[in-house]
């Protein structure tokens, strides 16, 4: 098992289309070249189907010993149901089959956490606290990250309840940068509810386009979002703070609708003065 080295984290979400790779990379090549320039990736493809272990181990293989990965459950474990024309299977397979895929990854100590991401729907109601512990009961000897996306998680009466139920599962909470637009986000709770980590997502702070569900580009839309660094000026206490809390920070940056992702981690990595140890080696042009 690798040990960890880099007490701060930065890194984007998915790393197939970002300004990173020479002209006429295979897509094969990308997480090598990925490595070498961050520690930590989000692997969003596993929402929409779980991944083969043959997959995760090459995974595991093209990074270096540090590298870290945040898995996003797959969408039917977090109540956003099945994709037209997936096949109908009992909840206990879907689990079986989550926790196969992430067990080289946890064998290799490379998982971080698999994320939980549950819909804007998904309020905060006797029912669904229940599934969450029903998840974490599931993936018990599993880093367990938890991100809402429903404000009433958040609400004066719930506040504390929420993050005292995420401490008493052991569950990480997911702290959000995103729009303030109505239901469906989340306000900034700069909390962290286990020891070992805390996870930031960085969504932007597009608030037209955060609800506009009627655009056929409407996910494009959402997460178009280039940061100013004053803006993220602001996370420098924030990360300062929970620095006091935990034993690592995990900084994961999804504002990618037009490629600004990596550019603001560059820039977070700026502000904070932190540079990664155990990085891929970067590929030599010519000269």
């Not at 996306?149 to 139920?165: A, C, G, I």
């Amino acid at each position: 098992m690798s040990s960890v080295i880099n007490p701060i984290q930065i890194g984007v979400c998915g790393w197939g289309d970002h300004d990173l790779y020479p002209p006429g990379t295979q897509a094969r090549e990308k997480l090598a070249i990925y490595a070498a320039h961050f520690p930590v990736v989000e692997v969003d493809s596993t929402f929409y189907a779980i991944a083969p272990v043959e997959r995760m181990e090459r995974w595991v293989n093209e990074t270096p010993e540090s590298f870290r990965f945040v898995v996003k459950a797959y969408r039917e474990l977090t109540g956003h149901g099945r994709l037209e024309k997936a096949p109908v299977r009992p909840w206990r397979e879907l689990v079986e089959d989550m926790r196969a895929s992430l067990e080289p990854m946890l064998r290799a100590g490379k998982l971080e956490a698999v994320l939980f991401q549950f819909p804007p729907w998904y309020d905060c109601s006797q029912k669904h606290v229940k599934y969450i512990r029903r998840v974490r009961e599931a993936f018990r000897d599993v880093p367990v990250a938890v991100e809402f996306r429903n404000q009433s998680w958040f609400y004066p009466d719930f506040h504390d309840k929420t993050l005292r139920l995420l401490e008493q599962e052991q569950c990480i909470h997911v702290i959000c940068d995103e729009p303030q637009a109505g239901e469906g986000s989340v306000p900034l709770v700069v909390a962290a509810t286990v020891p070992e980590q805390a996870i930031v997502r960085f969504h932007g702070r597009n608030v037209a386009g955060w609800n506009n569900t009627g655009q056929p580009n409407w996910r494009d839309v959402r997460y178009a979002y280039r940061y100013e660094e004053a803006e993220l000026a602001e996370w420098v206490g924030y990360v300062r703070q929970l620095e006091q809390r935990v034993k690592r920070i995990t900084l994961l940056f999804n504002n990618n609708s037009q490629g600004d992702a990596v550019d603001s981690a560059n820039l977070m990595m700026r502000l904070l003065g932190v540079e990664f140890a155990g990085l891929a080696p970067r590929q030599l042009g010519i000269f």
